[in-house]
């Protein structure tokens, strides 16, 4: 009879964590394909510890996080230097709300598009500081440790990242909200009225495009509401037909535009009951993963 060896625990600690760590790597990267390389990363040197290395981890979520915290890092810097040759605006990818992590396991204020391409603006260390702490609700002596550095240079840095983020984000609106103010915009813009559409938008109303040169799409930014509002009446009256799907996208709703044969995401960043960002993501290596 052949007897059955249990998995040693580090393994099992991984798969149990893996929902909580998918989350912090996707939150590091903005893409769900890197995050998902990175815990695999981790899976493979968790599984090649000796038992007796794995033994004496006295907190494997501890012990697993510090390890995709620090492998994020890594990612992101050759991200960001791959990045300096993208073609246009780089924008996250959009992830199914149903694939996130639950509410109860970390905010999901941290996971919409909006903050994930706002935190672009931060350092490598400094991002996964704002993370953890914003995130996971992590202290900074346990930040420190994960980061290798000490509490008062952590409380600097997350001094740093709020002085560079806060002005720019956003109080989360509830989804019911966002959805409605999405309908009267898909209204206007369906039906041409550029009037209209100028009067869902913000006075600072930007435009983001992320085509990633294989998609025909703006590559800068657009600013202001007649030229957003403009824009977006072209983009609809310039196609035959535009099919239109609802779905949930990084936890608050968002239109599938299908035209010329592909799928586009639009989603719009509230303020004041008005559009203030809209981010249009349609490089199709963003979006293959989308319903998977």
């Excluded at 501890?62 to 605006?89: M, N, Q």
């Excluded at 996964?128 to 609700?137: E, H, I, T």
């Excluded at 002596?141 to 840095?157: F, G, Y």
């Excluded at 989360?172 to 409605?180: D, L, Q, S, T």
Aim: hydrophobic content about 45%; aromatic content about 6%; charged content about 25%.
């Amino acid at each position: 009879m052949t007897s059955y060896a249990p998995p040693a625990p580090g393994v099992r600690a991984w798969a149990d964590e893996r929902p909580r760590l998918l989350g912090l790597a996707y939150q590091m990267l903005g893409g769900l394909a890197d995050a998902e390389d990175v815990l695999a990363e981790v899976g493979e040197q968790v599984a090649r510890m000796s038992r007796p290395d794995q033994d004496v981890v006295r907190s494997w979520p501890a012990f697993l996080t510090t390890l995709v915290t620090r492998r994020s890092i890594d990612a992101l810097r050759a991200a960001t230097r791959r990045r300096e040759d993208y073609i246009g605006p780089w924008l996250p990818e959009p992830v199914d709300t149903a694939r996130l992590p639950d509410a109860e396991v970390m905010d999901r204020e941290m996971l919409s598009l909006g903050m994930l391409h706002l935190m672009e603006q931060l350092s490598p260390e400094g991002r996964a500081a704002y993370v953890l702490k914003n995130g996971f609700g992590m202290s900074s002596p346990q930040i420190a440790e994960i980061l290798d550095s000490t509490p008062a240079a952590v409380r600097q840095v997350l001094s740093r990242a709020a002085r560079r983020l806060e002005p720019d984000r956003e109080p989360a609106h509830e989804p019911a909200a966002v959805r409605m103010l999405l309908a009267e915009l898909l209204d206007a813009v369906s039906a041409g009225d550029v009037d209209r559409t100028v009067s869902l938008l913000t006075d600072d109303v930007t435009w983001w495009s992320d085509g990633g040169g294989r998609v025909k799409a703006a590559i800068n930014p657009i600013f202001g509401p007649d030229r957003v509002a403009r824009f977006l009446v072209g983009v609809f009256a310039d196609r035959g037909g535009v099919a239109v799907e609802w779905r949930n996208v990084n936890g608050a709703p968002a239109l599938v535009l299908v035209y010329d044969g592909r799928s586009h995401v639009l989603h719009v960043e509230a303020a004041a009951g008005r559009v203030r960002a809209i981010r249009f993501v349609a490089n199709p290596d963003k979006l293959a993963r989308l319903d998977g």
